[in-house]
């Protein structure tokens, strides 16, 4: 470390402790803790976050940091990463399954243990540094640390950096249970609702008038499809039907209030504009998307009703 400020641990546990009340994104805060570990001296050249999410279709989202850059790289993570060789053969794994810090000097010559490490060496990177970012409930994530620095990360370095976590392992767990929250409630209620439940609108027998073009689909078939096939690929047409219809419906702006079975209840809300015009093209993409699919063993069928309220 060069010295860069008189009591480094201190100023970036403060900033974690009382600096972040008005900031709700878990990504500024990321990129503001690299900078600030960068401003007392920490030669980073890149950073990682690791979330577990509950999402309908995402396993996790990860953040990428570069020296340099102001905002990081967002990904989301499918389901299915964890079966990958990529994944079973990486420190994530190692360190999300036992719960160890890694540290690994980047060498320039010869094999590493983790595949991970022969790519950053290749982008210039001389030493690594990964930690679990434990939440309560046992949920574990995780955060991870690069330095391009000749000689690595001095040992003050990383006992800098270690003394950063449990302070942003709270921050991050706040930030992120919101997100869970605003995420389950979107999927089950809707944006416009869940946004009135956060807001406390959750006294009994309260409700609001909503002006909305209306929306009604169902599944053809359904009770003949679920008596004759295996449960699992009645699932799967489901998925792929409420994918076929979904999608468009958000794309043009449209609001999901409900899943039925093999219904589904969808509004547009007339204070915005063309509601009308938006419901027929999210009608339209849908019917173009199922007549483009490839499978007639089980073709995807649905009816739908519309009316202006």
């Known amino acids: 470390m060069n010295g860069s400020t008189a009591n480094p641990q201190l100023e970036v546990t403060e900033w974690l402790a009382q600096g972040l009340r008005d900031e709700a994104s878990s990504e500024r805060i990321f990129v503001q803790l690299c900078e600030r570990l960068m401003k007392a001296g920490i030669a980073l050249s890149r950073a990682t976050l690791h979330f577990r999410v509950h999402h309908p279709q995402w396993l996790g989202t990860r953040l990428i940091w570069h020296r340099g850059h102001r905002d990081a790289d967002v990904q989301n993570i499918a ?4 079966a990958t060789d ?4 990486s420190p994530f794994h190692f360190v999300i399954a036992t719960g160890k810090e890694v540290r690994q000097k980047i060498q320039l010559h010869g094999p590493h243990k983790f595949p991970l490490y022969e790519e950053l060496r290749d982008q ?4 690594y540094a990964a930690w679990p970012l434990d939440h309560t409930q046992g949920r574990r994530h995780l955060v991870t640390f690069a330095t391009d620095r000749p000689d690595g990360f001095d040992e003050s370095d990383i006992a800098l950096i270690h003394s950063t976590l449990p302070l942003f392992s709270l921050v991050t767990e706040i930030r992120l249970k919101n997100q869970l929250a605003r995420t389950l409630l979107q999927t089950y209620v809707g944006p416009h609702a869940s946004e009135q439940i956060l807001d406390g609108a959750t006294t009994r027998g309260s409700g609001a008038t909503v002006s909305a073009a209306i929306m009604i689909c169902d599944l053809r078939n359904f009770t003949l499809l679920s008596g004759s096939q295996h449960r699992d690929r009645v699932i799967d047409i489901l998925n792929e039907y409420f994918d076929l219809m ?11 209030l409900k899943f039925m079975g093999d219904g589904l209840l ?6 915005k504009p063309n509601a009308c015009q938006r419901l027929i ?11 483009r699919r490839t499978s007639v063993k089980f073709p995807v069928r649905f009816g739908t009703g519309v009316k202006a309220d």
């Open 266 to 271: 969808a509004i547009f809300p007339l204070n």
């Open 86 to 89: 990529v994944f079973l053969k």
């Open 124 to 127: 210039g990177h001389t030493d």
């Open 281 to 291: 093209a999210a009608l339209t993409s849908a019917y173009e998307a199922s007549a």
């Open 79 to 82: 389901y299915d990463v964890e």
């Open 246 to 256: 979904a999608d468009p419906i958000e794309r043009h702006g449209g609001e999901i």
